[in-house]
């Protein structure tokens, strides 16, 4: 079964940290694009972090500096490292690979979603 599934979310005080793992099953995330977003009640979702395969990231600026993302192939897993939490970093958090084939056939996948909830 393909899936993305992810995990870690959860409720913590502002100043805190967690760490989101995304977890691919039926695929490998070599030669994807996977990316972290999030959507907040109200809110459009929108992109937190990505990286690529060969480990080139990208940050929104309002988590730079506070987000790490990273991966680890031999697991196939992604993580986001979340640091100096804030209450306006409370969301549904969800993960997403996508890739283009040579063929340009190409393929998407969305996570469930996970909820982090920065409240003291």
């Known amino acids: 079964q393909v899936q993305l599934v992810e995990s870690g979310g959860g409720l913590v005080q502002p100043g805190g940290s967690l760490r989101l793992s995304c977890v691919a099953s039926g695929f490998s995330l070599d030669y994807y694009v996977i990316g972290w977003f999030r959507q907040a009640p109200g809110n459009q979702r929108e992109l937190v972090a990505t990286?690529?395969?060969?480990?080139?990231?990208n940050y929104a600026d309002s988590v730079k500096g506070r987000f790490t993302i990273s991966y680890d192939n031999a697991k196939n897993t992604v993580y986001l490292q979340m640091n100096s939490l804030k209450p306006e970093d409370t969301a549904v958090y969800y993960c997403?690979?996508?890739?283009?084939?040579?063929?340009?056939?190409?393929?998407?996948?969305w996570g469930q979603g996970t909820q982090v909830t920065v409240s003291s």
């Open positions: 990286i690529t395969s060969g480990g080139s990231t």
């Open positions: 997403r690979a996508v890739t283009v084939r040579a063929d340009g056939l190409g393929y998407l996948y």
